[in-house]
């Protein structure tokens, strides 16, 4: 294959056939492209755009490019739910069990962080032993036994959305709705799910700020899902502000353990509850959202999703005994540092983009494509925006890798918080459903 003139066919704004474009993947899959090749080929493909069937394409190929998971009909419908990547969002983690609780088939295959975003799999690597790259047999076997899986792409699953996410997140191309929308659907489609929900975030921290541009992302999920045949349905969320008070990869699980138990912060459990809720009225399996939010809240406080989450870690291999002593515990061995307001009066501003980049620059979010993260850090005790707060109050609290660390990001955590006189407008969580 010439790719040269299939870099320069994109450059100049051409049209690239279904044929070239399942090549481009398949020889970057194996290895037989490199990556300064792709990468200008993903860059052409960020100012460009492709053309909804270049995306079709795009889609299909990386989905090909290992095997799909198949379930038997055994009347539980498969579902799942992916975000497009926010601060603070660990909504994934109690929101599986609470799935395989109300009935569902939960196969998640989910990513790592990308840009200042946390991703779902690194924060499950702070589980002592949890394992999430599974053979593709191993994870149908667990759906079948215990409704949910949260794991990886592999050699096996998706391999294409495994290299070309890692290569886009240190070349800046990311925040393309054509990319975006492949990574995503092809990891979706590879699942066999009968429904998918979409979480598209917009904001200060989202890939999308613009809502609009977040919508056209939502609309072109939705319709290429739908025309691969799953039941497909979008949330608009806002994503200004992080999600819930912990941003960092183990305070996150800490923070979906304490959902599961009832304790969590009100934005993930209305968020979790929502998502619930939708994939409950899309699968027909209530009449209404507003059953379905009845139904999901009253399982969640059944404490059945939290025995099922203790189900997922024992058999992804955790060490169940030694995640507990850490959770009674608290301790994280991390250094930390608080940031207190200096006057009284409501929480008017938190930036997520701030404390996003805050959290990636303290070792929890990734610098280059192959750099270690350190799972403790990040950010607690958020104060939410709208609350009313005491002078000398904490606004947050920060885990570092030593002092030095902790105070820096101290200084510029006092930055993306802000107190005012006067409450802010309440702004929505949830803006739109689109489908
Ligand atoms: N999440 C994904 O899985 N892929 C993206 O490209 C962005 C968010």
Not at 58 to 81: C, H, N, Y
Not at 130 to 142: A, C, D, G, K, W
Not at 145 to 162: F, R
Not at 247 to 275: F, H, M, Y
């Amino acid at each position: 294959m010439n790719f040269l003139s299939v870099i320069e066919a994109k450059r100049d704004g051409h049209e690239i056939s279904p044929q070239d474009i399942a090549r481009i993947v398949a020889e970057y899959t194996r290895g037989a492209l490199p990556d300064y090749q792709m990468a200008a080929w993903l860059m052409a493909v960020y100012f460009r755009g492709l053309s909804t069937e270049e995306t079709r394409a795009l889609t299909i190929s990386m989905r090909d490019s290992g095997e799909a998971l198949q379930f038997p009909d055994d009347g539980r419908p498969v579902v799942d739910k992916h975000s497009t990547g926010g601060v603070g969002d660990k909504v994934s983690l109690p929101l599986a069990p609470l799935l395989a609780c109300l009935g569902f088939r939960v196969p998640m295959i989910s990513g790592r962080g990308l840009g200042i975003t946390g991703g779902t799999l690194d924060k499950l690597d702070s589980i002592p032993g949890f394992q999430t790259n599974l053979e593709p047999e191993r994870i149908v076997r667990q759906v079948q036994e215990i409704g949910c899986v949260i794991c990886g792409q592999s050699a096996t699953l998706v391999p294409a959305d495994k290299a070309i996410y890692a290569l886009r997140d240190a070349t800046a191309t990311v925040p393309s709705m054509p990319l975006i929308t492949a990574s995503i659907l092809s990891k979706k489609l590879a699942e066999g799910l009968d429904a998918l929900l979409l979480d598209v975030k917009f904001g200060a921290a989202a890939f999308m700020p613009e809502r609009e541009a977040a919508r056209d992302l939502a609309q072109s999920m939705v319709t290429l899902g739908r025309e691969c045949g799953v039941r497909v349905r979008a949330l608009l969320t806002d994503m200004n502000t992080p999600l819930g008070r912990a941003c960092g990869n183990w305070l996150e699980v800490q923070e979906s353990v304490a959902c599961l138990e009832g304790r969590g912060p009100d934005d993930l459990r209305a968020l979790v509850i929502e998502c619930a809720a939708h994939l409950l009225a899309q699968t027909g399996r209530v009449k209404d959202e507003e059953v379905g939010r009845a139904r999901a809240s009253s399982c969640l406080d059944s404490g059945r999703p939290r025995e099922k989450w203790n189900e997922m870690l024992r058999a992804q291999g955790a060490d169940l005994r030694a995640f507990e002593r850490t959770m009674s515990t608290g301790d994280d061995g991390t250094a930390t540092a608080e940031v207190c307001t200096s006057q009284a009066g409501f929480v008017s501003r938190c930036d997520a983009r701030m404390v996003g980049e805050v959290v990636r620059d303290l070792g929890g979010g990734r610098q280059h494509k192959d750099s270690t993260l350190d799972l403790r850090v990040g950010v607690s005790a958020l104060a939410k925006s709208g609350e009313r707060v005491a002078r000398g109050a904490v606004l947050c609290r920060v885990h570092a890798r030593n002092s030095a660390e902790a105070g820096a990001a101290r200084a510029r955590l006092g930055q993306a918080i802000e107190v005012s006189d006067e409450a802010p407008h309440e702004s929505l969580l949830i803006v739109e459903v689109v489908e």
